[in-house]
Nanobody, 123 residues
């Protein structure tokens, strides 16, 4: 069983930065692939980043070059550094983990989810 707890959300002006953190429990977490997703009000959950057990990452075009996902397996932590934020980045951001070591962009393939943290970007 893995539990995930996100933190670091808040209100920021357009062009600003935020760093989200995700604290994970579970002895085998270091072998799990993890992902970041977001869901804006009235919209479907959207893929933001996927991070392999070794730290490799993939991103959609909407955030590539602005967002960076990383992890510290020794601390059971996952991070999402968000720079050059835009109002359209406003959403609840979720951390997710899958016991499959392969990165995936599909929400249904993740086994564990955090409760989410709100990010609001003002114009």
């Amino acid at each position: 069983q893995v539990q995930l707890v996100e933190s670091g959300g808040g209100l920021v002006q357009a062009g600003g930065s935020l760093r989200l953190s995700c604290a994970a429990s579970g002895r085998t977490f270091s072998s799990y692939a993890v992902g970041w997703f977001r869901q804006a009000l009235g919209k479907e959950r959207e893929f933001v980043a996927a991070i392999s057990w070794s730290g490799g990452a993939i991103y959609p075009d909407s955030v590539r070059g602005r967002f960076t996902g990383s992890r510290d397996n020794a601390k059971n932590m996952v991070y999402l550094q968000m720079n050059s934020l835009k109002p359209e980045d406003t959403a609840v951001y979720y951390c997710a983990a899958t016991f499959r070591s392969t990165m995936t962009t599909t929400p249904m393939r993740y086994d564990y989810w955090g409760q989410g943290t709100q990010v609001t970007v003002s114009s």
